[in-house]
C-alpha cells in the first residue's frame, strides 16, 4: 500500500497522477489525504482511496458504528 499526504493544500495533481499509476503498475491500494478548506482556513483532512476492485469494496464497507470511539 502507497500512502500520501500533501505538505501544501493538496497534492500536486502532477504527482497525484504518477501515484496512480504506479498503484495500478503494481497492483496495489494507494490511500491519499487533501485538506479541507473553509473561507481559505484549514478545517480538517478527508482521506480518499484508489485501487484495485477488491480495495475498493472492503475500504467502502470497512468503517461502521462499532468502528467510532467516543472520546
Known amino acids: 500500500m502507497v500512502k500520501a499526504v500533501p505538505t501544501g493544500d ?3 495533481e502532477e504527482t497525484l497522477e504518477w501515484l496512480k499509476a504506479y498503484a495500478r503498475e ?3 491500494p494507494l490511500l491519499f489525504s487533501t485538506r479541507l478548506l473553509k473561507d481559505g482556513k484549514f ?3 478527508k482521506m480518499l482511496g484508489y485501487g484495485p476492485p477488491d480495495f475498493i469494496h ?3 464497507n470497512a468503517i461502521g458504528p462499532e468502528d467510532i ?3
Do not use: D, N, S
Open 10 to 12: 493538496c497534492i500536486p
Open 69 to 71: 470511539m467516543t472520546l
Open 43 to 45: 478545517v480538517g483532512r
Open 58 to 60: 472492503a475500504v467502502k
Open 26 to 28: 503494481k497492483g496495489i
